[in-house]
């Protein structure tokens, strides 16, 4: 596991990168019905839909579009929002903060569950844990993901109201925050009211989230953990007099793991896709929500943007697991 | 000095419909600094006495007859907790794959150190210094380093020489050696099984030493005991079964092993009338024992 | 015969009875609603299920405007099997054939669509609907064509292991001695054999389908609102979730319902073809 190998990596996202961007700027240009004329009221004349392509550089020829966006693309400027007005850049880096705290507690949450989860099922192996742990995590999983969100959204804004079902932060509450990082801030600045009112916010879109991946941990957990406590290394740990909850947590969970992350990494992605969803169930003011809106009103720089902006996202997460596998697993690493 | 290891009449039952029994009235004892070997072909019972011994027999067995008393205390029907602090501590093991029984994903010291700090309340410098000596012991060159390293990183030699080094850390009472040089080159079985007599003269630990190889209790044993089909056939000093096997069974062993003075063609296999012979008297005993 | 023996598998039967009851009432929506699913009652809106007053009766209740969740719901089902039969159709139908071309012919072209297949995957879904629908403006077909460019890759890959199977086995071998063409073969003596599992396939598409749809709708990409659609439903009744709950569990049931019926009847009919490949 070496700098070098994380640049390789890096330099490898390249070329996926340029390829999604050409994607995007193809279909964006092939579409069928004018964007352009979309965008303005009932009434407008062709000479208006003429001069607003000119405003977009929408009137070049294509090949000359493309290198005039890419130029654009490679010095940081996405151009200007049709719908919000505002530079896309700055809208996304605004937005962006909130959905990487939101995906980050949720996979810590995911984590948690499933560990404690397959650690217990496998404890109690053939008593009545492991059952309910089966027949949760198989509950989860029949389930479509995004009716989890709807769910949480039915069951606790009517039956158990206490936790917000919108938003990220109370607006009443004094907190004006310096970075987009809200979450991280208020830790860092002791402010316990701030971080106890941002997570109750974050703690429903989160769990929407991190609970389809936490089903599919906790099972393939599970098997990897039963798997490895068959292995001959657990035998002798267990004639040197380790305890069955020691075995559990310090020897069988670090081998499990392995597997677990070779078999489950693409879900890590998945769970990136997924937030664009429960940002929206949950009206969390991340790049998901927004991705919505600019879909909506076909806000096309702004859905250019935010498409990168994923493609990024879903290439780190790939990079991050990746080094998660050669860090739990010492034969990768070295070699 | 009182006996180590005493079983008696011992019998293991798998499931219950039908039964399967996997020992039938075994007896055997180890005496304090004794080397005793338990030979018989494979599939005979001898690594189920010692998980028997160990408290890792499988879940679905039960001992349904007989005792295990270690250092004249019964250990037969321990709890796992009960056990624990026997385990690596008064007794240890030795297993016979060393490339699959280590942690892969921890490094060397720590799983030398643990039973150090686990049963012997050493602190973490202790722990580390008495690993180094016991490294040193097993004659491993570079102790400093294969501390720090992995499991993959070394040898099938080397792993067994870490692994013998951990089951005598505690200087434990009795070591169970279950075919500890079987997955081995024929060079690294010859050191281990000099290293493991040179450690045993050392501490005056017992030793259980589990074998099919007749080879090797010759050079190493004070005391054999056959056993086939999950029973004992046969129990004597080393050199009087060597000069003098009483049983058929012990003596078609000794046709079926290769010896250096004597020419491989005259090998010959179990023959199949005893075999079968035997299975008969099994079925018998389990007759009487219902 | 042995379409009974099938229907005996508790899964199978499950399945069968989701997908006529969703069919009748797409099928008969309008003769099936109490009501009209547009009408709307402004003085009898947010309605509790079961209440009635008079001759205006309404089972689930009524919405914000006053109008009949039952009707809206019985209604919802038409564009949600329209999507479910279209895409699991378009798909099946360009999967099946890229798996059979590249599982017959092997070679250049199987690593050909094999590796668009990988690098397909390995695209996030949601980055090709966002796309799609930025591309294509909302509408039904907005969600077809989105399912159909994602999920090809399913029925490719599988169709593609099972034809390469089928043609190791000796009758087609005996096929190519006899002088078929491929084309023949390809048509008479590996697709029936293909078919059983196209259909298990096929049913499991029609419910990831379905929740498509649903999110889709539930997110304003699917037809326009005029036309009721269940995550459309479940879209209006998260505005009023804590006035009229029941406005977002009924369609919230009936995707729910729709896709364990589906997803049963898909393994239930893996079983049945198949026991030994089910385990």
């Known amino acids: ?72 693309v490679l010095r940081g400027n996405f151009g200007t929002s049709i719908s919000l007005r505002e530079g896309v850049v700055r809208l996304v880096m605004s937005r962006l903060p909130a959905t990487l705290e939101l995906v980050i507690v949720a996979v810590a949450v995911a984590c948690a569950f499933a560990a404690l989860a397959a650690v217990g099922a496998v404890y109690f192996r053939g008593r009545w844990p492991e059952l309910v742990v089966d027949g949760l995590s198989g509950l989860v999983l029949a389930i479509p993901d995004f009716l989890w969100g709807l769910l949480f959204v039915l069951v606790l804004g009517v039956l158990l109201p206490v936790l917000p079902i919108s938003g990220r932060i109370d607006p009443t509450l004094d907190f004006n925050p310096a970075t987009g990082f809200y979450l991280a801030e208020a830790l860092l600045r002791l402010r316990w009211d701030a971080f106890a009112d941002l997570m109750k916010h974050i703690l429903l879109p989160a769990l929407a989230l991190a609970l389809p991946l936490a089903a599919a ?63 929206y169930i949950f009206s969390y003011p991340g790049i998901g929500n927004l991705a919505i809106a600019a879909v909506n009103q076909r806000d096309l720089p702004l859905i250019q943007g935010l498409v990168l902006t994923f493609a990024v996202l879903f290439i780190l997460t790939n990079l991050l697991v990746d080094m998660a596998y050669s860090i739990l697993n010492p034969r990768v690493r070295q070699s | 000095m009182s006996t180590l290891l005493a079983i008696r009449d011992l019998d293991l039952t798998l499931g219950s419909k039908p039964p399967v029994r996997l020992l039938r009235r ?89 039973v150090l700090r686990m049963h012997l309340d050493l602190g973490r410098t202790d722990a580390q ?16 380093r294969i501390l720090r390293q992995h499991p993959h990183e070394l040898s099938g030699g080397m792993r067994q020489r870490v692994l013998i080094a951990i089951a005598f850390a505690c200087k434990p009472k009795l070591v169970i050696a279950d075919e500890p040089t079987t997955a081995l080159d ?46 004992v056939l046969e129990s004597a000093a080393a050199a009087r079964l060597f000069e003098n096997p009483t049983h058929a069974y012990t003596r078609a062993l000794f046709a079926a092993t290769p010896r250096f003075d004597r020419p491989a063609d005259e090998l010959k296999p179990i023959p199949a009338a005893l075999t079968q012979q035997l299975n008969e008297e099994a079925r018998v005993l389990d007759a009487r024992d219902a | ?70 009707s809206r719901l019985i209604f919802g089902a038409r564009p949600a099997l329209i999507v479910a039969f279209v895409a699991a159709l378009f ?37 090709l609907c966002i796309v799609l629908a930025a591309v294509l403006g909302a509408g039904l077909h907005t969600v077809i064509i989105a399912i159909v460019v994602i999920d090809w890759t399913r029925f490719c890959r599988v169709v593609r292991a099972e034809t390469m199977l089928q043609k190791s086995l000796d009758y087609v071998a005996s096929a190519v001695t006899i002088g ?25 598409e029609m419910g990831i389908a379905i929740v498509v749809e649903a999110i889709l709708s539930f997110v304003g990409l699917s037809v326009s609102s005029g036309v009721p659609t269940w995550g459309g439903i479940i879209q209006e009744g998260r505005l009023y979730v804590n006035q009229a709950w029941w406005l977002m569990a009924a369609p919230m049931a009936c995707i729910i319902v729709a896709v364990l019926g589906l997803n049963a009847l898909g393994d239930g009919l893996r079983e049945a073809i198949d026991p030994v490949k089910a385990r």
């Not at chain 1, 957990?221 to 740990?237: E, F, P």
């Not at chain 2, 210094?129 to 400093?144: K, M, S, T």
């Open chain 1, 217 to 279: 941990l906790t099972r393939v957990l599970k098997g990897s953990l039963i798997d490895a406590m068959n292995q001959d290394y657990v035998t002798l740990v267990r004639v040197k007099g380790y305890s069955r909850a020691r075995i559990l947590w310090r020897v069988a969970l670090r081998n499990a793991l392995i597997p677990t992350v070779t078999l489950t990494g693409v879900q890590f992605s998945f769970l990136i896709g997924g937030t664009v969803l429960i940002e």
């Open chain 2, 186 to 231: 024929v060079t690294v079985q010859k050191q281990i099984l000099q290293l493991i007599r040179e450690l045993q003269r050392n501490s005056g630990t017992a030793i259980l030493f589990i074998t099919h190889d007749l080879g090797v209790v010759a050079k190493l044993c004070d005391h054999v005991v056959v056993m086939h089909g999950g029973r």
């Open chain 2, 26 to 114: 075994v007896s055997l004892q180890v005496e304090p600094g004794q080397i005793v070997g338990l030979v018989g072909e494979s599939g005979a019972g001898k690594t189920m006495v010692s998980r028997v011994v160990l408290g890792i027999a499988p879940a679905n067995a039960r001992v349904t007859h007989g005792s295990v008393a270690f250092a004249a205390r019964d250990i037969t029907h321990l709890s796992e907790a009960q056990r624990r602090p026997l385990l690596g501590r008064e007794i240890a093991f030795i297993p016979q794959n060393p490339m699959t029984a280590l942690n892969p994903v921890e490094r060397i010291g720590p799983q030398i150190t643990d």
């Open chain 1, 1 to 72: 596991m070496s700098a070098n190998y994380i640049l390789r990596r890096l330099f490898w996202a390249i070329p996926t990168l340029i390829g999604v961007a050409i994607l995007v700027f193809v279909l964006v240009r092939v579409v069928p019905g004018d964007p352009i004329a979309m965008m303005l009221p009932p009434g407008a004349t062709a000479e208006d839909v003429g001069r607003l392509r000119a405003l977009y550089g929408l009137d070049a020829p294509i090949p000359k579009q493309f290198v005039a966006w890419m130029g654009d």
């Open chain 2, 129 to 144: 210094d008495r690993a180094l000596a016991l490294l040193r012991e097993v004659h491993l060159r570079e102790p400093q």
């Open chain 3, 180 to 204: 078929l063409g491929p084309g023949r073969i390809l048509a008479s003596e590996i697709l029936p054999n293909v078919a059983p599992l196209l259909l298990t396939l096929f049913t499991l």
């Open chain 3, 1 to 70: 015969m042995k379409v009974i023996a099938v229907l005996r598998n508790p899964r199978v039967a499950f399945g069968v009875l989701v997908l006529v009851v969703l069919i009748v009432a797409a099928a008969g929506a309008t003769r099936l609603s109490p009501h009209d699913p547009l009408e709307q009652d402004l003085l009898n809106s947010f309605q509790h299920p079961g209440a009635s007053d008079g001759d205006q009766s309404h089972p689930l209740g009524t919405d914000s405007l006053g109008r009949d969740i039952l």
């Open chain 3, 91 to 127: 798909a099946g139908l360009i999967g099946t054939a890229l798996g059979l071309a590249a599982g017959y012919f092997g070679g250049r072209l199987d690593a050909a669509i094999s590796r668009l297949v990988d690098i397909w995957m390995s695209f996030p879904s949601v980055l």
